[in-house]
């Protein structure tokens, strides 16, 4: 399995930014594909973004499309998230996953992830 270590999290306020980062330490991250989930209090985790494993495709829940962006840096095994004009529907613990095997292209759905991340607290305050 893939070792992931999500940081960037914290308070922002409405219509700030925050950029999350997911550190790998497989070397071989690169052949893996990401994504980035979310739980909020009393709610089932859900979906967010995802990219495959050279970047070239992403994918987007709608709630986040045209806010948040998903990219990667292979040479630093490292996912981003970028999340802007943020609003306190997206206060969250945000996790990092990627699918048990390599090449393979990313799902929305938490089955499709065998390796997850500790998470990383977003607050949004209005």
């Known amino acids: 399995q893939v070792q992931l270590v999500e940081s960037g999290g914290g308070l922002v306020q409405a219509g700030g930014s925050l950029r999350l980062s997911c550190a790998a330490s497989?070397?071989?991250?690169?052949?893996?594909?990401a994504g980035w989930f979310r739980q909020a209090p009393g709610k089932e985790r859900e979906f967010v973004a995802a990219i495959n494993w050279s970047g070239s495709s992403t994918y987007y829940a709608d709630s986040v499309k045209d806010r948040f962006t998903i990219f990667r840096d292979n040479a630093l095994n490292t996912v981003y998230l970028q999340m802007n004009k943020l609003n306190p529907e997206d206060t969250a613990v945000y996790y990092c996953?990627?699918?048990?095997?390599?090449?393979?292209?990313?799902?929305?759905?938490?089955?499709?992830?065998?390796?997850w991340g500790q998470g990383t607290q977003v607050t949004v305050s209005s």
């Open positions: 497989l070397r071989t991250f690169g052949a893996y594909s």
């Open positions: 996953a990627a699918p048990s095997k390599m090449f393979v292209l990313p799902t929305t759905t938490e089955s499709g992830f065998g390796s």
